[in-house]
């Protein structure tokens, strides 16, 4: 799945260039990311565990992709599939985007391993972790809201 969205981005990002330009680029990128994503994903998965949930969060979402981003280059670089400067920031947001999903979708328990859910009820749950991963930031400004309000005391009648 990764391979594929990731494909896709580089595809998009570098339609203007042609066929003959993107398709190196694309197909080194499949297959970088299949050889690589579960890696990765284990790398994330196990900073869940550590005892700072923030240092967490922040490897999950900063440190791994980074590493990721850079070896992406890399391998681009080495294959001389380098992607134009639109490109790399395209995928580059899209990563950080794709690492915020992941971190929310794993801290509600879902596409972990070891975790007692199968790959099929993950999938079953996706909406829920798609439609909570958009209202999240509802529900952070509603609360924040809410604790604003309550931290006002009304005024007393006379």
């Not at 896709?8 to 694309?26: E, F, K, N, Q």
């Not at 995928?91 to 972990?112: D, E, K, Q």
Request: no cysteine; aromatic share 6%.
């Amino acid at each position: 799945m990764s391979a594929t969205a990731r494909s896709l981005v580089y595809l998009a990002a570098m339609a203007h260039t042609g066929l003959h330009s993107t398709l190196p680029v694309v197909v080194v990128e499949i297959g970088y990311v299949t050889l690589t994503a579960g890696v990765y994903a284990g790398m994330q998965q196990n900073a869940l565990r550590l005892r700072s949930r923030l240092l967490g969060n922040l490897i999950v979402v900063l440190g791994v992709p980074g590493l990721a981003q850079v070896m992406d280059w890399f391998i681009h670089h080495l294959t001389h599939t380098v992607a134009t400067g639109r490109t790399t920031l395209a995928v580059s947001l899209f990563a950080a985007l794709s690492a915020l999903f992941h971190l929310h979708v794993m801290r509600n328990g879902g596409f972990l391993t070891g975790q007692g859910h199968s790959l099929l009820d993950d999938f079953r749950r996706v909406p829920r972790f798609i439609a909570g991963f958009v209202l999240r930031p509802v529900d952070l400004i509603t609360a924040r809201i809410s604790r604003s309000t309550s931290a006002v005391e009304p005024e007393g009648t006379l």
